[in-house]
């Protein structure tokens, strides 16, 4: 078998979040958000983590890794201004040799470990796989003056998470092939969408939840106090 690294996104802004520190550093249960995250990968387990942190943000991430992670190589990168920069910095720190990368935010505290193993196998069946829930709402789109356009079918309409797992040369394939465009999208399987190359959709769990407005906060305590 091939080798698999994690590629943990967390080099984003906290806006929606409304806080002056970065979200992935809030205190969950005892540990940061992002050592959640950590510790899912930690277990599959996997052959190496890569976390990507705003560049100014290396020494806080530092610090919580050696108070909280001792014992798992985590190497740390600095990031870009968008997610898809992020990602693609993530993927140049990786060995071209390695056969599969699990992109995670690590804005997404709750992962189970089962369901990145059950994202691996289907990735490497299909060659990319994402984990998602089917949409619960009824999803409309806004037209003109905030007026209703259409009303999607939600039988066919999910709701996606991370991680999303590809096999890295497709994954370096599709951001190579945005970079080129500009093409602006808030996650990575987008990108292979565009290559025509399938994504398998995994059914996931709703309490995947990725921490982006302070309510999730409270949610995420509740999910793991339950848990
Ligand atoms: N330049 C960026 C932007 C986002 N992310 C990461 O991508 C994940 C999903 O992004 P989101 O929740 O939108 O995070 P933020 O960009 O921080 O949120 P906001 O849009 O509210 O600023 C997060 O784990 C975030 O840290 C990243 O690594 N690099
Ligand atoms: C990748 C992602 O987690 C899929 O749900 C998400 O799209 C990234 O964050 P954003 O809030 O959409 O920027």
Known sequence: MGSIYALVAAAGRSTRMGVDVNKQ???????PVVVHALQALAAV?????????????????????NKFMQ????KVISGGDSRRDSVMLGLRALPSTAELVVVHDGARPLIKPERIRETIRQARHWGAATLAVPAKDT???????GLVRETLLRDKL???????????????????????DGYSVTDDASLVERLDHPVKLVRGDYTNI?????EDMVLARALLREA
């Open 158 to 180: 999910w709701q996606v998470q991370t991680p999303q797992v590809f096999k890295y040369q497709l994954l370096v394939e599709a951001h190579r092939v945005a970079a080129v």
């Open 71 to 74: 014992g798992t190589q985590i």
């Open 210 to 214: 990725k921490i982006t407005t302070p």
């Open 25 to 31: 550093l809030l205190e969950l249960a005892g540990r």
């Open 45 to 65: 387990p996997l052959d190496g983590i890569i976390l990507v942190v705003a560049p100014g943000e290396k020494e806080n991430f530092h610090q919580v890794l």
């Open 139 to 145: 999803i409309k789109v806004a037209g003109e003056e």
